[in-house]
């Protein structure tokens, strides 16, 4: 339950945290959180301080947490203050220590790594995808479409993205169930031991995947990185490790988990659906609304020295996570930010972070989103939750649903 920490339940909080600015939103694992965790963040701008210090948890450390969209806005532009440098939360041996890249690396340097992958994610390279991708949706639906209920999640919410991904990367769609496996146990379980478990297998999958992307390049993301020379000099064995385990680990999950909210929704709302359907030519503006409502991950930092926003005073050395899914519900950037209105005017959407650390994957996010909803509503148009069902989420850094189990 929300509310006001006790300070003495967790490690004491800094000297310079005003204890009024100290607040327990339970943020990726509370009970109200998990049983409804958007509804949960939107309220959080009348509940909590714009920016509160979260007292952290035995998943969850200690941090700033900013609500309000502009502080985001300028926490994820402005380097000079914010790193990433160990933002990311997997586990790894301090004895052989690599650099989960380019998300923990600030510019200048980041540039060199994210001029290696732009050209395989990039408008262009994305839209000649889009023919592949409905063919995929298709022979996914064809599977289920005569049976009058599917598993939304894992029959087609989580086949699709992660089997378009695997293709980019280069990497055998037969062991998509693996790979989930893995995701799920480094993103959602919760436990160290699972976590560590995990790390182990990816970490001897990958070796022997680099040696045989070194020995026998092909045109894939993973190869691409492998045999990539950011500023021209080849990468060390961490460099490589690392920016290949980034690049997999952020293309199993999210598209995934919005997917996934974003059908709940279509269930409950059957005059919504039929608004998608009248107005086709504004399939855009339709995904970029659900983006916004359904944002599913977080960013976090660290200062590297102090700053005040608001009149909070933070210090160099203190964690900072932007909450980016109550940000996208600010009712001073977003009017009514609860209500999905699919003509509001557009303003950039923080659903992928934002600044030299926005997400790689945003112009394929939003075609699988789009192809997606056009493909089931074109072959599905009337469907609806299974009744008696309860819909409960996933814990952890990516907020998304454990099933969505339709009937038509």
Sequence with gaps: MAGPAQATERKPIPDHVPPELVYEAGVTE????????????AELHAKAPP?????????????????????????????????????????????????????????????????????????????AMEARIRVLASELID??????????????GRPLPVGVFLDLMGLPRDMMDEFVRWAMGLLHAQDKQIAQQVMAEVTQYFTKVIAEKQANPDPFLVSAIVNGKPGG???????????????????????FATL?????????????????IDTPDNINNVVEELLRVFTVTFSG???????????VKMK??????????????????????????????RKPILAFAGGVHSCMGAHLARLEVKICIQEFLRRIPNFKLKPGETITYWPGGVVGPKSVPLVW
């Design 301 to 311: 930092r660290g200062l590297l020295k102090d700053v005040e926003i608001r009149g």
């Design 316 to 345: 160099k050395g203190d964690r900072v996570t932007s909450l980016l899914p109550a940000c996208n519900y600010d009712p001073e950037i977003f009017p009514n930010p609860e209500i999905v209105n699919f003509h509001r005017p």
């Design 233 to 255: 000099e080849p990468m060390g064995p961490r460099e490589i490790f690392g920016f290949v385990f980034f690049v997999f680990i952020a293309g199993l999950d999210t598209v």
């Design 260 to 276: 996934n909210n974003i059908f709940v929704w279509l269930a409950e709302n059957p005059d919504r659906r039929q608004e998608i």
């Design 30 to 41: 509370a009970p109200d959180f998990l049983a409804a965790p958007h509804k949960y963040m």
């Design 143 to 156: 599977k289920f479409i005569d049976k009058g209920e599917c598993e939304f999640a894992k029959d087609f």
């Design 51 to 127: 920016i509160y210090f979260d007292p952290g948890s035995e998943h969850r450390g200690q941090a700033w947490q900013l609500l309000k969209y502009e502080d985001a806005f300028f926490a994820l532009r402005n380097p000079e203050y914010f790193t990433t440098f160990g933002s990311g939360p997997f586990p790894r041996d301090p004895k052989d220590y690599w650099r989960i890249l380019p998300l923990e690396v600030d510019p200048p340097e980041h540039r060199k790594y994210r001029a290696i992958v732009d050209p395989l994610v990039s408008p262009k390279a994305i839209l």
